[in-house]
């Protein structure tokens, strides 16, 4: 059925107040409760529907998204968007659920977080998430603290607890962070439900909407949706070879922004490391400018080679340097157990805004990782994966430079997760993962880590969740992706699907 004439003729009103979304989807909804479209009818992809209307496809998209809430309509991943079955008579008397919430981000990356940690689809190999590999948990080390050391712990160790956290963690974790030249007590630590609790408590704390934010661009697809749904304005920095102090320097004086984010640490996505160098003048700058440092460093413990540069934590001398770590990538993610170190005003209101969340984290996670670092089993763990870490980038980045050489261009990261990778051809990462999908593989497309529209031609692939020979056949899958590619003629694709089909 082409519907195209039952919305060819409809006009939008550009002087009106309302969203030109808002307007495409209550025409549709119209002609969906009006049965001129009736239910299992097929819609416009989002490029002809925005055609159709003169908007862009992030309009049309919208439009899709607000019908969807209303659950007028419902998507099929690679096939697409479809007017849902007609509700009956009950169900008019059903709470509108969709029109009692708050609004929230609509925009088609709202929910790449979610899908990115979802279960992939059977005989998928999924290099989207960020995650160790499940067969290297130190699992039956756990299982021997936790068996040896029930019976001997107070049960008040279970109950309710500071909501700072444990704090024979807390102390630990001080120990740890001075064996990296990091100064802390246990009043400078805050236990956390994974570092982006951490995230969410600095945006609630610090931030108002308006406030501005530097970030890279790239970066953590985490912090960037965090800061933007407290309403902060982001001022963006390159993530190239050499970090611009002199546009920072401008920000800071044009903008007086609230904070720094920066993961100077293998970064997500790209794996850069901060020279010592940059690290000794981004603090000097900041001194000056009294300005609020967030250094994440869930990678620093990962490297491969030579140990990186001191935390700039290690060389906070002003106190401004706010340090959020975390198990989940060295360990195990279901920990959900990571720490924030900075000065004890800010601890305390933190944990003001924590109390209103969950009083305080899981007790039990805690009390096994306190005694996992207090008997000294972190070392160990951490020299296996690190071994076996390294042979695994190392695998992958002789398969990717036999294989697709001619196709994408990276550098094999000192640390951390991930090979960045740069397409040397024209097209998009996005058209990438379209096809990659129908050869069950699965990657990150760049533009998700960035915080505007941007040439989408990089994208993320993590080394660390497979073993070797799972990461030749994901390589030998994206191969043949690039292959299948090359003999199309881009000029009559399709363009790639709202819907980002990562698991």
Same mark, same amino acid.
């Given at each position: ?227 933007? #749904?407290? +309403? ?7 993530? %190239?070879?050499? $970090?611009?102090?002199? =546009?920072?320097?401008? !920000? *800071? ?63 906070? #001398?002003? +106190? ?7 198990? %989940?990538?060295? $360990?195990?993610?279901? =920990?959900?157990?990571? !720490? *924030? ?81 740069? =397409? ?80």
């Amino acid at each position: 059925m082409d519907i195209s004439k039952h919305l060819n003729s409809e006009e939008l009103n550009t002087k009106d107040k309302q969203p030109l979304y808002l307007q495409i989807a209550l025409l549709i909804a119209d002609k969906i409760q009006k049965q001129i479209l009736p239910s299992g009818t097929k819609l416009p992809p989002e490029r002809e529907l925005a055609d159709l209307f003169a908007v862009s496809r992030t309009t049309a998209i919208n439009a899709y998204r607000k019908l969807e809430q209303q659950g007028l309509v419902w998507t099929k991943v690679g096939s697409g968007t479809y007017v849902a079955q007609a509700r009956d008579a009950e169900s008019l008397f059903e709470v509108p659920w969709p029109q009692l919430f708050t609004a929230y981000p609509q925009n088609p990356l709202a929910s790449i977080l979610r899908d990115i940690v979802s279960t992939p689809a059977p005989g998928t190999i999924s290099l989207a998430p960020g995650m160790p590999d499940p067969a290297l948990y130190p699992m039956e080390t756990f299982t021997e603290l936790f068996n040896h050391n029930i019976g001997r712990t107070p049960p008040s160790d279970f109950g309710y607890i500071p909501i700072e956290g444990y704090n024979p963690l807390r102390r630990a974790i001080a120990a740890m962070l001075s064996e990296k030249g990091i100064s802390a007590s246990t009043e400078n630590i805050i236990t956390l439900s994974g570092s982006q609790q951490g995230l969410y408590l600095l945006s609630k704390v610090l931030l108002e909407p308006g406030d501005y934010v530097v970030m890279e661009a790239s970066t953590f697809i985490g912090a960037i949706q965090v800061f933007q #749904s407290a +309403g902060a304005r982001i001022l963006s920095l390159p993530c %190239s070879e050499k $970090l611009s102090l002199e =546009l920072l320097e401008d !920000y *800071l004086i044009r903008y007086r922004p609230k904070l720094l984010y920066m993961i100077p640490t293998y970064q997500n996505p790209t794996g850069r490391v901060m020279p010592a160098h940059e690290r000794q003048n981004l603090i000097k700058l900041a001194k000056h400018h009294r300005l609020v440092i967030v250094e994440d460093d869930p990678y620093s413990d990962l490297y491969y080679g030579e140990q990186p540069p001191q935390a700039l934590k290690a060389l906070d #001398s002003y +106190g401004g340097v706010v340090y959020l770590g975390t198990f %989940s990538k060295i $360990l195990f993610p279901g =920990l959900r157990t990571g !720490y *924030l170190a900075g000065p004890p005003v800010l601890i305390n209101r933190l944990a003001l805004e924590k109390q209103l969340i969950d009083l305080h984290s899981n007790n039990i996670a805690q009390w096994l990782m306190a005694m996992f670092l207090n008997e000294g089993k972190l070392a160990g763990h951490l020299t296996t994966v690190r071994r076996e870490y390294k042979k695994r980038r190392d695998t992958m980045a002789k398969a990717l430079r036999r294989l697709c050489a001619n196709d994408i261009e990276f550098n094999v990261p000192e640390g951390g997760f991930y090979f960045w990778c740069k =397409l040397k051809q024209s097209g998009t990462s996005q058209q990438l993962l379209q096809e990659a999908v129908k050869n069950r593989i699965s990657f990150v497309p760049g533009e998700a880590f960035h915080t505007v529209p941007t040439l989408d031609n990089e994208f993320r692939l993590c080394f660390t969740t497979h073993n070797e020979a799972v990461l030749l056949e994901s390589v030998q899958r994206l191969a043949k992706t690039f292959a299948q590619l090359t003999k199309k003629n881009r000029a009559n694709d399709a363009p790639p699907s709202s819907v980002w089909p990562i698991i």
